[in-house]
């Protein structure tokens, strides 16, 4: 399996660090990527050509894994969604906080217990927005436990919390595997299973849906 990796900024470093450790083959590109082919594409660029290069890859077939925010408007986000479906594509977002197993296991204990409400917050440098940066890391969150977000992003460093009941807290701890590979291993697992994915992307839609009319959830 080979896939390909397109930005080569921040998050594009990060992706391909990660995917040398994993002894993944891979070829990284700019906006200068047309003419390459892979197994899946990683979409790492700065997020207002998320949707462009997303809608072109999923309309030819091709596995996407879209670093957050998915899109910058809910309404590229619901076409990402509606053309995956249309093409029984796969689709996954970059939120690894989600693959963390140390979240994995507090999802399971909060469900346990019996979440009636969360409140998440984080912060530190940003290249968007607090809202944007954080915020797809925390709503994701929260949305994973089926309830509707009450989140505080902010640029002063603040690490990563997300409080259940007013009692159950999740830190954010330092994990083994990093929540990113196993996120890699995911979407790797799913290329070659060839099976739709989407819930991924329909996790994306929530997402930018809530970030860009947070107020609506009383944020």
């Given at each position: 399996?080979?896939?390909?990796?397109?930005?080569?900024?921040?998050?594009?470093?990060?992706?391909?660090?990660?995917?040398?450790?994993?002894?993944?083959?891979?070829?990284?590109?700019?906006?200068?990527?047309?003419?390459?082919?892979?197994?899946?594409?990683?979409?790492?660029?700065?997020?207002?050509?998320?949707?462009?290069?997303?809608?072109?890859?999923?309309?030819?077939?091709?596995?996407?894994?879209?670093?957050?925010?998915?899109?910058?408007?809910?309404?590229?986000?619901?076409?990402?969604?509606?053309?995956?479906?249309?093409?029984?594509?796969?689709?996954?977002?970059?939120?690894?906080?989600?693959?963390?197993?140390?979240?994995?296991?507090?999802?399971?204990?909060?469900?346990?217990?019996?979440?009636?409400?969360?409140?998440?917050?984080?912060?530190?440098?940003?290249?968007?927005?607090?809202?944007?940066?954080?915020?797809?890391?925390?709503?994701?969150?929260?949305?994973?436990?089926s309830v509707d977000p009450v989140i505080h992003?902010?640029?002063?460093?603040?690490?990563?919390?997300?409080?259940?009941?007013?009692?159950?807290?999740?830190?954010?701890?330092?994990?083994?595997?990093?929540?990113?590979?196993?996120?890699?291993?995911?979407?790797?697992?799913?290329?070659?299973?060839?099976?739709?994915?989407?819930?991924?992307?329909?996790?994306?839609?929530?997402?930018?849906?809530f970030l860009e009319h947070g107020k609506d959830?009383?944020?």
């Amino acid at each position: 399996m080979q896939l390909g990796l397109i930005g080569r900024g921040v998050w594009g470093g990060v992706y391909a660090h990660n995917l040398r450790a994993m002894n993944v083959p891979f070829w990284q590109a700019g906006r200068n990527f047309r003419g390459r082919s892979a197994d899946g594409i990683i979409i790492a660029s700065e997020p207002y050509s998320h949707f462009a290069i997303a809608r072109e890859f999923i309309k030819a077939g091709v596995p996407v894994l879209i670093e957050k925010p998915m899109c910058m408007n809910t309404a590229d986000a619901t076409e990402l969604l509606h053309l995956v479906n249309e093409h029984a594509g796969i689709g996954m977002v970059g939120h690894t906080r989600l693959y963390s197993p140390a979240w994995r296991a507090f999802k399971a204990h909060a469900q346990h217990v019996g979440v009636q409400s969360v409140f998440a917050t984080a912060g530190g440098p940003c290249q968007l927005s607090p809202w944007w940066d954080w915020g797809p890391h925390l709503a994701a969150l929260c949305f994973d436990l089926s309830v509707d977000p009450v989140i505080h992003a902010t640029n002063t460093p603040t690490p990563l919390k997300v409080v259940v009941n007013n009692m159950l807290a999740f830190d954010d701890p330092p994990t083994e595997p990093m929540p990113l590979r196993i996120l890699l291993s995911e979407f790797m697992s799913a290329i070659a299973e060839g099976k739709p994915h989407s819930d991924g992307i329909k996790m994306g839609l929530r997402v930018v849906e809530f970030l860009e009319h947070g107020k609506d959830y009383g944020c």
